[in-house]
């Protein structure tokens, strides 16, 4: 049961993940020179979503 | 032919991870069926010794408090003394590199040497569920006694938990966070010194290697979360948390004897960066800040009654989830690697199939590689997401009423 747990939680930080990065590129390429700005932001809001899957992981492993 | 350097240094570095992580995964003692989860896990967890290769151990000091025992409560030794699981010392044992106690009363105290220690399959109600548990016994004039769990104060999240006696040895994890603040101090000293002499000219030497850390953190950092006004009171906080969790990250994805230690896989000291960063931010708070949590200006008061319960826990989330997140990260990657070379043991059947080894080691080193390059990115950037966090958390304290963040994080470019 953790494993599934842990496998949803993975999709849905996928997911999330994948649409940051997509609308980062969307913003690079309509603002390129705000390139390090977007970068920093990506990074902190791609760590703010894996978090919560790592929250699933943990609550995973405890539940085994 | 120019590219040609670069091929040689990262074939020799393909290889000798490859060749470090052999040497880091051909530890199991224990002949018989490989146990790939009880390996990671205990290869993840705290140690009261260095495990070097198949018999090598570096000892490290062990202070042990047992608050029920009558006569001698602490005991102090080095961890070489227990002769690896050979020798009980005032009912203590080493096990899997862990010191555990025997649960038993009636086993003598002062120095036995004992046959040693096994673990046995049992089955036990863990959480209202019928669960195999491994439980370890020591063997003693053809008697078994029970052992408890090592002692932590993690929870029992990766083995062992609240027991009848208290480690506070030098770990593993104790000896590479001291050897990270002894670097850090090395180096910054000189860096340090360096700034001194070359005051208003270009930097030099490790100070030339440092300074575009220290730039990065100050621009990209603290100035746009923490704001102009305040950051430079906090540069040195935020600065030592991204070193210390940088340097321990590093250490970590060492195989070999300094590092090698899951320092910042460790929910305890993660839990300790987590409760500075808390404390920092709180007594920081100024009346903006206060009255954001607790009577939210502008908003009808039913909202509030809502809102306020969600601000006051969200005080403890915030650096709860910090700590959760630079735990399982680290811990993670850790995990992964030593299942991928768990796979060598897998695939060659634990040394019974050597065609399958050769194709684990193949399959399982590559990957390994190619992970260890992946876990030097999540080094740097646990360390700047943990920096980056604990200074948008405290730019929220210290902000001025009616101020607009975005026009300041403008600004500071």
């Given at each position: 049961m953790g494993a599934i747990g842990a496998g949803?939680?993975?999709?849905?930080?996928?997911?999330?993940?994948?649409?940051?990065?997509?609308?980062?590129?969307?913003?690079?390429?309509?603002?390129?020179?705000?390139?390090?700005?977007?970068?920093?932001?990506?990074?902190?809001?791609?760590?703010?979503?894996?978090?919560?899957?790592?929250?699933?992981?943990?609550?995973?492993?405890?539940?085994? | 032919m120019s590219n040609k350097p670069i091929i040689r240094i990262a074939l020799t570095?393909?290889?000798?991870?490859?060749?470090?992580?052999?040497a880091w995964a051909n530890e199991e003692e224990t002949p018989g069926k490989y146990d790939p989860v009880g390996t990671v896990m205990n290869h993840i967890s705290d140690a009261n010794e260095f495990h070097i290769w198949k018999g090598v151990h570096i000892p490290l000091p062990c202070f042990l408090y047992a608050p029920g025992e009558p006569t001698k409560k602490w005991t102090f030794l080095s961890s070489g003394k227990f002769e690896h699981g050979h020798k009980a010392i005032d009912r203590y044992v080493i096990n899997h590199g862990r010191v555990n106690r025997i649960a038993d009363a009636s086993f003598p105290m002062g120095e036995v040497h004992i046959e040693g220690v096994h673990?046995?399959?049992?089955?036990?109600?863990?959480?209202?569920?019928?669960?195999?548990?491994?439980?370890?016994?020591?063997?003693?004039?053809?008697?078994?006694?029970k052992l408890e769990k090592p002692s932590t104060l993690d929870g029992g999240m990766m083995g062992g938990g609240i027991t009848s006696f208290y480690d506070f040895s030098i770990t593993k994890n104790v000896f590479t966070m001291m050897l990270a603040a002894l670097l850090l101090i090395l180096i910054f000293s000189s860096v340090r010194n360096g700034y001194r002499k070359n005051e208003g000219k270009a930097?030099?030497?490790?100070?030339?290697?440092?300074?575009?850390?220290?730039?990065?953190?100050?621009?990209?950092?603290?100035?746009?979360?923490?704001?102009?006004?305040?950051?430079?009171?906090?540069?040195?906080?935020?600065?030592?948390?991204?070193?210390?969790?940088?340097?321990?990250?590093?250490?970590?994805?060492?195989?070999?004897?300094?590092?090698?230690a899951n320092v910042t896989g460790n929910l305890a000291v993660t839990f300790v960066l987590a409760v500075f960063a808390f404390v920092i931010?709180?007594?920081?708070?100024?009346?903006?800040?206060?009255?954001?949590?607790?009577?939210?200006?502008?908003?009808?008061?039913?909202?509030?009654?809502?809102?306020?319960?969600?601000?006051?826990?969200?005080?403890v989330i915030k650096p709860f989830s910090l700590m959760i997140?630079?735990?399982?990260?680290?811990?993670?990657?850790?995990?992964?690697?030593?299942?991928?070379?768990?796979?060598?043991?897998?695939?060659?059947?634990?040394?019974?199939?050597?065609?399958?080894?050769?194709?684990?080691?193949?399959?399982?080193?590559?990957?390994?590689?190619?992970?260890?390059?992946?876990?030097?990115?999540?080094?740097?950037?646990?360390?700047?997401?943990?920096?980056?966090?604990?200074?948008?958390y405290i730019g929220a304290a210290v902000e001025d009423g009616h101020h607009d963040h975005h026009d300041e994080a403008h600004h500071a470019h």
């Open positions: 949803i939680a993975a999709l849905g930080a996928g997911i999330g993940v994948g649409l940051i990065g997509s609308k980062a590129m969307d913003a690079i390429a309509r603002q390129p020179e705000a390139v390090n700005d977007i970068r920093a932001n990506m990074i902190l809001t791609a760590a703010l979503v894996e978090g919560a899957a790592l929250f699933a992981i943990v609550v995973g492993l405890l539940a085994g | 570095l393909f290889i000798s991870i490859l060749g470090m992580n052999l673990g046995k399959e049992e089955m036990q109600l863990v959480k209202g569920k019928e669960k195999e548990v491994e439980v370890f016994y020591a063997h003693y004039q053809g008697k078994e006694y930097p030099s030497g490790i100070q030339s290697f440092f300074e575009p850390f220290f730039v990065f953190i100050r621009d990209e950092v603290a100035k746009p979360n923490i704001g102009l006004k305040h950051y430079e009171r906090f540069m040195p906080f935020i600065l030592t948390l991204f070193f210390f969790i940088l340097f321990c990250n590093l250490l970590g994805l060492m195989p070999f004897f300094p590092g090698g931010t709180n007594i920081n708070g100024n009346r903006h800040y206060w009255q954001h949590i607790f009577w939210m200006p502008g908003i009808p008061a039913w909202v509030k009654t809502i809102l306020t319960p969600v601000e006051v826990l969200g005080l997140r630079l735990f399982a990260n680290i811990s993670a990657g850790h995990i992964i690697i030593l299942s991928l070379i768990g796979l060598i043991f897998v695939f060659g059947e634990n040394g019974t199939s050597f065609g399958g080894g050769v194709v684990g080691a193949i399959v399982g080193g590559a990957f390994t590689a190619f992970m260890n390059l992946i876990e030097l990115l999540v080094a740097f950037l646990q360390a700047f997401v943990f920096s980056m966090l604990t200074a948008s």
